[in-house]
């Protein structure tokens, strides 16, 4: 097991949110020379399911990859590694808040880190609502990372 920290991303299902924000934040920490793991759960996900291809066609366009990525749920192992897990809704920040009493305070909203609301769920939508999702994503890194510097102190 490593010791670097492990982000984790939460939505519903882990099939288009949080996965792109997973190979966002990966790509992220790559490009800034950092040890960090990163993954991505759904609250109400199944185990080993592929991403969305709206998710998947929207995150090639900037040169990422979906490919590899199979569903989990968030799962209490996943959960207590966890160095900081952002969820895509407060919504889902309370279901986890409930459900893993002890890992309250490494468990955040993408409005908490960022104050810009929720990230709302583009599926059944077009590929501009995904892309807008993908944007506001990679552009919010610069937050998450800095919640993971703060969470690590």
Known sequence: MSDDPLLVFVCQHNACRSAIAEVIAAAEAQRRGLSVQVASAGTHALFGYGAASIAQATISEIGLSLEHHRSQPAHPELIARAT????????????????????????????????????FDPIGGDAAEVRAVRDRLQASMPAIFEALENVEQ
């Not at 468990?107 to 609301?117: Q, R």
């Open 84 to 119: 900081l897990v952002v969820t895509m809704t407060d919504a889902q920040r309370d279901l986890l808040h409930a459900a893993f009493r002890a890992q309250r305070e490494k468990v955040m909203s993408f409005n908490d880190v960022t104050g810009l609301g929720d990230v």
